[in-house]
């Protein structure tokens, strides 16, 4: 089994989401010993954002593109091989904002991708990445996932129907949350790994 760590965290070894993602991860080996795992870190080896280079490299056949255009979707390609090869995805979400951190959605932006990770039919858009497992793991300094809290949760429900769109329907959510609040930071982190069944 091959497992892909994307981390979006700029805090390092600091990150809760990181350490959520690799409590997942450990649980993974365990179950299945042998497996191998590919890190992304998409924090200090970011994805640029698009920009009209990009666009235009995606709509145009890959043996017309030019030296630039070619370049241009190198990332892209990257991305979607990583995504591709995988058989399990742990990705690590921590909570910018209310939302995911900018450089998950540079990644997200460059997995997504008209006929070659999704497809439109005549009953709608069919996403192509099928068969794969993922696990977001999320980490907030606040509690979102219920309370008054939850309708400011724009990460989780953007990840599910994005993802999902790419044909990524088997979701596993599990939450590092109350990090920043005295009662809940203690254990926030081991009651996220708990929270998973592998």
Same mark, same amino acid.
Do not use: C
């Given at each position: ?123 709608? #858009? ?55 609040? #005295? ?16």
């Amino acid at each position: 089994m091959q497992i892909l760590h994307i981390i979006s965290s700029a805090r390092g070894a600091e990150s809760f989401s990181t350490r959520l993602g690799q409590g997942i991860i450990d649980k993974l080996l365990a179950a299945q010993p042998g497996s191998t795992v590919v890190v992304r870190n998409v924090a200090t080896q970011p994805f640029p954002h698009l920009e009209e280079a990009h666009l235009q490299a995606y709509f145009t056949p890959a043996e017309g593109r030019s030296p630039e255009q070619q370049q241009a979707v190198r990332h892209s390609d990257e991305a979607i091989a990583q995504v591709m090869a995988a058989d399990v995805l742990v990705i690590g979400v921590p909570f910018y904002n209310f939302t995911i951190a900018s450089s998950l959605k540079a990644w997200l932006d460059h997995l997504t991708r008209a006929g070659i990770t999704f497809r439109y039919t005549a009953t709608g #858009p069919e996403g192509l990445i099928t068969g794969k497992k993922v696990y977001l793991a999320v980490a907030s300094g606040g509690i979102y996932s219920e309370g008054p809290q939850q309708p400011y949760d724009f990460a989780v429900p953007y990840l599910r129907w994005m993802l999902s769109f790419l044909g990524l329907t088997d979701i596993t959510v599990a939450r590092a949350e109350g990090v920043k609040l #005295p009662e809940f930071q203690a254990t926030a982190l081991q009651k996220g790994i708990d929270s998973v069944a592998v």
